[in-house]
């Protein structure tokens, strides 16, 4: 009882803040609703409005390059980086809290860093691409570098929390595995290739599937950018969520569009844990 008694506040706090309001959308996607006056039914008409959109079908699509982008790019980067600093030494500390900072900076700090970086007219970025010699492209303005601006400013923001968790999976490798390939003449690259990277698969599972999770749900970048007039090839899933309920005030048909994005989700996730057992292998 007394178990129960500790755990009451926050089953509370979960049932009041959590399952009920997801609930409530789940219901509310049935109906046309602006928020104030009554509630009419409508059956799936919100859904096939939804799916019929080329507007979302077009930030589906954004949404969908965006993670393509940001997701390997940012696991690559992680492992790259969390291989270096385990040749650190001692300042490995030093390396692993600058890396982190921008995980616990906001993201609209990180936002507002990058609009400054992205403007073509002080932009130290394109300078410094200007002074090798490649071309300095708009970030914000030309319509095929929005998406890839986008997953920059992801990656340079997730990549601590990555380094970390790939830091603790390499520190977790028994040492014994990859002193037996050295005896047995194997480069760097075939350690990491054959041993490195297989008995890492769980934390790569892992934050495959925590890094699709959160690239489907980018918003708080493209607010800080356009504001609530995004162009077209900037625009999003939950940023079109955000637009239905609060800018149109159609808060049945972005209840649907969510609770599609969460189907979609949970399809993804499902097939990465259904597909994990055949190229994760976990240590006994």
Known sequence: MAGYLFLTPQLLGMVVFMVGPLLF?????????DGFG?????????????????RIQQSAVNTVWYTVLQVPGLMITGLFFAVLMQRAGKLTPVYRVAFFAPVITSSVAVAAIWLW??????????????????PAPNWLQDPLFIIPSFAIVGIWQALGYQLVMFMAG???IDRSCLEAAEIDGCSEWQKLQRITIPLLSPTILFLSITS??????V?????????TTAPDAARTIVYEVVQIAFQEFNFGQASA????????????TGLQLTAQKRWV????
Not at 26 to 32: C, D, G, I, N, S
Request: proline residues 4%; aromatic residues 20%.
């Open 257 to 268: 569009l969510a609770f599609l994005l969460f189907l979609a989700l949970l399809a993804i």
């Open 25 to 33: 959308a789940l219901v509310l996607a049935f109906y046309r609703w």
């Open 219 to 227: 918003f708080d970048y493209i607010y800080v950018f356009f504001g």
């Open 281 to 284: 292998h976990y240590s006994e």
């Open 38 to 54: 009554t509630r009419s039914f409508v059956g799936l008409s919100n859904f096939v409005d939804v799916l019929s959109d080329p």
């Open 170 to 172: 390499l520190q977790s």
């Open 117 to 134: 970086l992205f403007n073509p007219d002080i932009s130290p970025v394109n300078s410094a691409l200007r002074d090798i010699g490649l």
């Open 212 to 217: 699709i999770l959160g690239s489907f749900q």
